[in-house]
Structure formats: C-alpha cells, structure tokens
C-alpha cells in the first residue's frame, strides 16, 4: 500500500478531492490521472508523489499541489519566491580540499509553451532542443563549448561522460519510466558543455534543461559566479529567440517535479568527514542547518558508508533566493568541517550540536 506519511500526493489526496479533480484537463489534457501516475507506481522511492505535466498542472489541480508543495518547502500560501544571482555577495566558499573535494551548482528550467517531458510530442521534444542549442551558441568566454545530441556523441563517448558524472544516462529510473520521460529515446536529449567540463546543459532529461556548473577542489565562490554568468546568459539567449521559461507568480520558476520548484537551486559538494558522519547527531545537525547528506553515486544513492565522503547540499529550492540557498549550503559546509576538525583532535562537539538552533 501507500504510505501517507511518506508521500505528500497520498496524505492529501483524498476520495472527495480525486472526485473533485479527475474530469479537469490543462491546455494540453494533462489530467489528476497524469500527475499522480509516478507516485501510484513508485511509493517508496517517491517523496512528492507528483509530476506536473505542463505549466498548467500547478493550478489547474492546485487544491493538490498546493498543499504538497507547502509542506515539501515549508512555503506559505502567500510566499512569494524571490531571485539574486548576484555572485559578490556571497561570503566564505574557499574549503581546504583536503576536506572539501568537489563543488557544484545546478538548476533547472522549462520552456514555456511546451509540455514537460513526460508529454512532449516528437516535434516538441525538437523545439526544446533548438531553442537551446542556439542560446548555447551565444555563450562567450570561458562558457563557450559546442552541443552534441546523444545520437552524435555514440555509445563510447555517452558512456564515457556519465562516467565523469557530467552526463546523464538512459531514463531506466522508476520516477522517469512512470513520468513517460523515456519516451523518443535517444531522440533530442543531449548535452552542452565547455572544453574544461565546468559548466553543462542538459537537454531533456527529466526537465527541459539542466545547468550544472561543477569544479574539483572547495572554491564554490567559483563555481556560483560561473553558474551565475551561465544562467543569466542562456536567459538572455532563450529570450532573444521570442521563447521565456515558465515562471510562476507563487512558485517561481516550474520543473517537472515539485520538489524543484522555486530557484530549483542545489549546491552540492563532496565533502570528506569521517568522524562527523558517525557521530549520533549528524543527522540532528544537518536537520537544523536545512541541508541534505546522501551518497556520492547520485540521487539514487542513499548510502550510509561512503568512506566517510558525502554530498551535501541545500534542502531547500523554493522561498528563499539563488544566492541564499548557496550561502546556506556554504555556511553548513564550514560548520560541519570545523566539527570534524574538532573530532580529529578528540574534542566532544554534542553541546556545540545541542545548542545550535534550527535555521528557519
């Protein structure tokens, strides 16, 4: 069975409110049906237990997404989603790589006037693709770099560059074959990135695009004025073409998936703590600095021995700016490694934990 307590789309779904829904239909006849189909097929590995399949999904079954969107991001009906990419204000993001190895920023971001993934036709699959592909061109610097489609790339090449974790692979994943995410597959999905692999578009995958901006070593201040640079010229480059992504007045920006609505801003580093990850607070801790610990192999990895490296990353997308979800990310990182410096040289850090409040 579901479990209610688990997935939102089943705590609030009641009999009455499916009755409710289930004759409505978007633009592009998305139904309560479509939305809810990823969380009726994978209840377990599914948090939200919803997929949008167009822009229109989030009002037209708002009664439904609103209240599973509100207790996902802790957002209140009258929030309003605020944006800064302005990369100078953030402070601190210089980590000794000894314990910060890798640092990356992503986001995502939708087209507007196409369906999600899950109900792109053939052609419109293709239309993402090339409004891409030709922002892609305008990049400058050291943005510039060329895209190939998986087709171009070949299997040697593709499997070669999901290897480097910058590429995405088959849509195999439960939550992608219940969105129909694979359908056309391989057809119009590809990537862009720059010759030194620092800054990538995918192009889709489970969203229309993906930046990810990604850097070995523990300069994450790099890294957001790269992902910054990047974003903010790809904007300008979709624009210039007469297309804009979706864009909600409460939400923020749209993806596929709720959980990344808002800035659908993560940054994430690899962080080596051995010592900090066995102790009995860890998980009390990253609880009130709003942040996420799982495996370094991906969002399917929820592992708890990792050598004692982990990705960390903001918990948060939605209600609070680009700039602040980087800032959070950075703060929780230099507190968690000052603790595993303390640890090393046998300090007790449990009131340090106890005493620290829960980040709002």
């Known amino acids: 069975g579901i479990n209610a307590e688990y997935m939102g789309m089943a705590k609030y779904l009641t009999p009455e409110l499916y009755k409710q829904l289930k004759y409505r239909r978007t633009t592009f006849g998305v139904t309560v049906d479509d939305v809810i189909q990823a969380g009726v097929d994978s209840p377990s590995r599914y948090k939200a237990g919803l997929l949008a399949g167009d822009e229109e999904s989030y009002d037209v079954f708002w009664e439904l997404f609103d209240p599973v969107i509100n207790e996902r991001h802790g957002y209140s009906k009258d929030g309003k989603q605020e944006h800064d990419l302005d990369h100078t204000k953030l402070e601190g993001g210089l980590f000794d790589e000894k314990y910060v190895l890798t640092a990356r920023v992503r986001t995502g971001r939708s087209l507007r006037g196409v369906p999600m993934t899950s109900h792109c036709t053939r052609g419109q699959r293709k239309l993402v693709e090339d409004v891409m592909v030709k922002a892609c061109s305008t990049l400058t610097g050291e943005l510039a770099g060329s895209y190939k489609s998986i087709g171009e790339m070949g299997i040697k090449m593709h499997e070669q560059l999901i290897k480097e974790h ?112 066995k102790h009995p607070q860890f998980r009390e801790l990253l609880t009130k600095m709003r942040l996420d610990a799982r495996g370094t192999g991906g969002v399917e990895d929820t592992s708890t021995d990792s050598g004692g490296v982990f990705d960390i990353s903001n918990k948060d997308r939605l209600g609070k700016s680009e700039l602040q979800l980087v800032q959070i990310c950075v703060n929780g990182v230099a507190k968690l490694v000052e603790l595993e410096k303390q640890l090393e040289s046998g300090g007790d850090v449990s009131s340090s934990i106890s005493s620290m409040p829960y980040l709002k």
């Open 166 to 277: 910058i590429m995405f692979d088959k849509p195999d994943a439960p939550l992608m074959l219940s969105g129909m995410m694979h359908k056309d597959w391989p057809h119009y999905r590809g990537m862009f990135w720059n010759p030194q692999k620092t800054f990538m578009v995918w192009v889709n995958e489970e969203d229309h695009y993906r930046f990810v901006c990604m850097q070995n070593g523990g300069n994450i201040r790099q890294v957001f004025e790269r992902f910054a640079t990047g974003v903010l010229q790809l904007t300008k480059g979709v624009e210039d073409q007469g297309y804009s992504f979706m864009k909600h007045p409460h939400y923020g920006y749209l993806t596929c998936c709720p959980s990344n609505i808002g800035t659908g801003v993560r940054a994430g580093v690899h962080v080596r703590i051995p010592k900090m990850s």
